[in-house]
C-alpha cells in the first residue's frame, strides 16, 4: 500500500423489507422489518453501491418478497417497501413464533410501534425509546431505521 492510500475493506451491504401499516389511525403505526438471527439483526447481502439494488431485487426474488417499487438505498442499507397483498405473509415466520436462542436461528417479520402525532411529531418521545434496539451494528437502531425509511416515502 503506498503512503496516501487508504484500504478499505467492503464488508456488504444490508437488506431491509419493511411493511407499513396503520395501527390506530391517525397517530399509531406499525412496522414489520424482516430480520435474521431470530428478529435481532439486519440481512446482510453481498453488494455493492453499484450493485445494490440488483442484488436486492434477487433477494427478494428468492425470497418470495413482492415489494413496491425499486429499491431504495441509502447508505450501506437497501430499503425494499413490501406489497403484503401481493404476498402470502403466513409463509413467513413472525417475531412471536420464534423464541430467543432458537436453534437453528429463523429470519422473521418483527414488529415495532411508531407514534406520530398530527404534525409529524413524537411529542412524548415514545418513539427514541427504538434507538436502544440495536440490529446487529451500533448505527443500526430501529428507530433509525423506520426514521430513514419514513423520511424516503416522502421524497
Known amino acids: ?8 475493506t467492503f464488508k456488504g451491504m444490508y437488506v431491509v423489507p419493511i ?6 389511525p391517525p397517530d399509531i403505526y406499525q412496522y414489520w422489518l424482516f430480520l ?9 447481502i453481498d453488494a455493492t453501491p453499484d450493485t445494490a439494488v440488483v442484488m436486492a431485487k434477487g433477494f427478494a426474488y428468492i425470497n418470495e418478497i413482492h415489494i ?3 429499491p431504495v438505498v441509502s447508505g450501506d442499507i437497501i430499503y425494499l417497501v413490501v406489497d403484503s397483498a401481493n404476498m402470502d405473509l403466513n409463509a413467513f415466520y413472525y417475531w412471536r413464533e420464534v423464541t430467543a436462542g432458537t436453534i437453528p436461528s429463523k429470519e422473521l417479520w418483527r414488529p415495532f410501534v411508531w407514534i406520530s402525532s398530527e404534525g409529524g411529531g413524537d411529542t412524548l418521545g415514545i418513539n427514541k425509546l427504538l434507538d436502544n434496539i440495536c440490529l446487529g451494528e451500533a448505527h443500526h437502531t430501529a428507530y433509525r431505521l423506520i426514521a430513514a425509511a419514513r423520511d424516503l416515502k416522502r421524497d
Not at 411493511?19 to 390506530?24: I, K, N, V
Open 19 to 24: 411493511l407499513a401499516g396503520t395501527f390506530r
Open 68 to 70: 413496491i417499487g425499486e
Open 36 to 44: 435474521e438471527r431470530n428478529g435481532t439483526h439486519l440481512i446482510q
Open 1 to 8: 500500500m503506498s503512503k496516501g492510500v487508504l484500504e478499505h
